[in-house]
């Protein structure tokens, strides 16, 4: 039996608390594509509660009823139906870079049984993960520069949900789906489940336009065993102490984070906290930082961002607010000098929320100040910072969640201070909140990379002021290309050419006066083309088919 899974009722998830001083505009970024668990997620909003804790509140995703179906199988998605249906999509949105694609447990579980060889097992999951990257080579054929997240699966719970509705067992509803495969273990499946991951795991380390993050031992993470297991292998654990990726595949995930409809739980489908911690997780290891711009900057990791405060007293912690009559100040360095082009048209800093005492100066206002190198005697943080003067400043307009602890805002910068950064030397923010009394809360600083605050730029003229290299454009083709491209620099002379992903990583730089540069080394994608010449700076998007 393919189809395994029955539409249940479903409830509408909450959304997080979100939170504008200044309008934005949402903007699709993500198609979510697949079977139930797209189904689930789509019904829950989880990637844009996700987004929007994440600081991305103006990163929205998009899917229906057609793409994200309910019992979908893999071949569903090789027949032209779907695929004409995901290439309108697309094509109805272009801002779209990833599919995020939920599919392939459909097929496993419904074709396989306990009673199989290593041969079978081998075989069934062969001709499973063919089908599905027949699927992500479709997709990737419609767009270059699409990436295809293949979202995964983590451990189910057949037999404790099962078993607890005893004497009834027989009635629940995937008890025919746990029968057809032979009533296996939460070991016997969850290998299996294990073992065709790293299939496609090792599919998509071959793969620079495919991401997955094989994460089966999740919900015993992040949810534990706080009440003991019902049935063999008994037991319980608290939540952030099983290992992760795998945690312990003799144990289901927790009955508590399974889709629960009141008069019974779902074996195979997760609750939307379920769901929300898995994008969550996506979201860290990958997102986050993709759906930032043409480039970003993590804050220094040493003396060179903390804070200061109104009685001159300096700590690495991201303080900002006021307590007792002591005000205080973030202090935030970027380098800048890396940055491709020496006009930034906008700007954004994210935040992380780490703690909070008293009111929260969030509600408030947000200052910013900036110079290019350092406020004060040397760019460490200093007591002087506090009064010091900017090049420029203003307000930022704070965007992202206020949900709690954990939670990213988003400041987005005013053009005057947008158009300071550049890559001339080092960036130096100073932020404060100074209608802020009685609270002071705290930012995540730079110790941990995926938690550091994170300064996004996006290329162009700025309004604020047009530099002598503004009016100048940068011609380069054939683009898209497969390989050689020519650069028409208007007579300027090239003096080195780097080309970069979307991430803003450096991947090609030529020190060189020739105007041509070869590209098919790199895979087909969208990458920043980033020419210095004897004149300035030029930039241009390319696409490598």
């Not at 189904?39 to 829950?44: G, I, N």
Request: charged letters at 20%; one cysteine or more.
């Amino acid at each position: 039996m393919k189809r395994l899974f029955t539409c249940f009722l479903v409830s509408l998830l909450a959304t997080q608390t979100s939170f504008a001083q200044c309008s934005e505009t949402d903007e699709h970024k993500v198609l979510l594509v697949g079977d139930s668990w797209a189904f689930f997620m789509t019904v829950d909003g989880t990637l844009n509660n996700v987004f929007e804790k994440w600081g991305h509140s103006d990163k929205t995703f998009y899917s229906n009823i057609t793409i994200a179906e309910n019992g979908a199988v893999t071949d569903d998605f090789l027949t032209q139906a779907k695929q004409d249906e995901i290439v309108a999509r697309l094509d109805e949105f272009p801002s779209i870079e990833v599919v995020h694609l939920s599919i392939g447990g459909n097929d496993v579980l419904g074709d396989w049984h306990i009673s199989f060889t290593p041969q079978q097992n081998d075989s069934l999951k062969a001709v499973v993960a063919d089908r599905l990257f027949q699927v992500i080579d479709f997709i990737k054929s419609i767009n270059p520069s699409i990436r295809v997240v293949w979202s995964g699966y983590v451990y189910p719970n057949f037999e404790e949900v099962i078993e607890s509705a005893a004497p009834f067992q027989s009635s629940h509803p995937f008890y025919g789906t746990w029968q057809g495969m032979g009533f296996p273990t939460f070991l016997q499946i969850n290998n299996l489940l294990n073992e065709f991951s790293t299939d496609v795991e090792n599919y998509a380390d071959s793969d620079p336009r495919v991401d997955f993050f094989k994460i089966p031992g999740l919900m015993q993470y992040t949810h534990g065993q706080t009440s003991p297991l019902g049935v063999a292998p008994g037991g319980s654990y608290p939540a952030y102490t099983q290992p992760m990726p795998y945690g312990d595949p003799a144990y289901p995930s927790p009955k508590t984070s399974m889709r629960d409809y009141g008069l019974t739980r779902d074996c195979f489908h997760l609750s939307p906290r379920g769901y929300f911690d898995l994008i969550e997780y996506q979201t860290r290891k990958f997102y986050h930082k993709f759906l930032m711009h043409d480039a970003y900057f993590l804050s220094e990791n040493n003396t060179q961002t903390g804070s200061v405060s109104s009685t001159a007293n300096i700590s690495s912690g991201l303080k900002l607010g006021e307590n007792a009559g002591e005000k205080f100040s973030s202090v935030l360095s970027f380098n800048t000098t890396t940055l491709a082009d020496s006009t930034v048209s906008k700007a954004s800093i994210f935040l992380r929320r780490e703690s909070l005492t008293g009111n929260n100066p969030i509600d408030g206002t947000f200052e910013v100040k900036v110079v290019n190198g350092n406020f004060g005697a040397t760019i460490d943080v200093e007591a002087s910072d506090y009064t010091a003067i900017g090049t420029a400043s203003g307000t930022a307009c704070r965007n992202g969640s206020n949900g709690g602890d954990g939670h990213w805002i988003r400041l987005d910068l005013p053009e005057q201070v947008a158009y300071q950064i550049t890559n001339n030397s080092a960036t130096q923010f100073i932020i404060s909140t100074p209608d802020a009394s009685g609270g002071v809360v705290t930012f995540s600083n730079s110790s941990d990379p995926e938690f550091a605050p994170v300064l996004d730029v996006q290329y162009g003229n700025n309004t604020f002021s047009v530099t002598e290299n503004s009016t100048q454009e940068l011609n380069v083709y054939p683009n898209p290309t497969t390989g050689l491209v020519t650069l028409d620099t208007k007579g300027k002379i090239v003096q080195s050419i780097d080309v970069l992903d979307l991430l803003g990583k450096t991947l090609m730089h030529l020190e060189t006066k020739t105007n041509t540069v070869d590209i098919s080394s790199l895979p087909a994608g969208t990458y920043i083309m980033n020419i210095t010449t004897d004149d300035g700076k030029l930039s241009q998007r390319i696409v490598k088919l």
